[in-house]
């Protein structure tokens, strides 16, 4: 005896079912406050391409929930107890408040600007930033999101990782230097991976260079890479070498805690 359908309109293969649908929209609502502080449902809903009920339901559950807060004086959300506890949980967890003690030195032995990031698809996503002591400086706080093709850690994560980038060709292009094709970027991965660590030149943003090295945990595996970042004027050639010595030690103490602390 065949199958009864499921409902008199089954879903086809290529659609996506209500539960991950209602999921994915659930996700996309916390990450439209990482551009917006504060926001209403009807704003949420005009930002994402909802409907303004739909974005009103997920926006209540979220706030149920305690990862969204309200303010009652302009009935504006923003992120929530539960999101800043499960975000600490997650930080602690990963080893990252553990590994800050290490950043701190590698900023304060080079003056200049430390990141941990992580892989987020095709992104990095900053887990902790230490500003540089330099009145000229660059800056991302936690939370930032980078492109990975276009970024010191993105290509070291992408050179060292589990997998290669997904974008499609042409890759967005951010400076006249931002690699856009996959021969170039493959290429420039292949000189990463021989001196172990890569080089960011003004390729996201203009007048801003970076280095960065991969950190490994208890298993082998890379699971971030610690990067520093700065204005071209003080990461010339002559004083790079310099400091990508400086994060390739910091990142193999960095692995070593981490493995201790696994």
């Known amino acids: 005896m065949s199958e009864r359908p499921e409902g008199p309109f089954p879903p086809r293969p290529d659609q996506p079912k209500p539960g991950t649908q209602t999921v994915d929209r659930s996700v996309a609502v916390l990450r439209s406050f990482e551009d917006a502080a504060r926001q209403t449902p009807t704003e949420i809903a005009h930002r994402l391409g909802l409907s303004v009920s739909t974005a009103h339901r997920i926006v209540h559950a979220l706030h149920a929930t305690g990862m969204l807060g309200q303010d009652p004086a302009t009935e504006r959300y923003f992120l929530g107890p539960t999101t800043a506890i499960l975000g600490r949980l997650a930080l602690e967890r990963m080893g990252a408040t553990l590994l800050q003690p290490e950043l701190t030195a590698l900023r304060d032995g080079t003056g200049e600007a430390v990141s941990l990031g992580v892989r987020a698809g095709d992104e990095v996503a900053v887990m902790l930033h230490l500003p540089s002591t330099h009145p000229l400086r660059y800056d991302q706080p936690p939370g930032d999101r980078n492109p990975i093709h276009a970024c010191a850690m993105g290509k070291t994560l992408l050179a060292f990782g589990d997998g290669p980038a997904a974008m499609d060709e042409p890759f967005r292009r951010y400076t006249p230097t931002t690699l856009t094709t996959r021969e170039e970027l493959d290429a420039d991965l292949d ?72």
């Open 191 to 262: 000189r990463v991976r021989d001196r172990g660590f890569s080089v960011d030149d003004q390729e996201r943003l203009a007048g801003v260079r970076a280095v960065a090295a991969p950190v490994r945990d208890g298993g082998g595996r890379v699971f971030a890479a610690v990067a520093l970042q700065g204005p071209s004027v003080r990461f010339g050639d002559d004083r790079l070498p310099v400091l990508a010595e400086a994060v390739v030690a910091a990142a193999g103490r960095l692995t070593d805690l981490h493995r201790y602390l696994s």
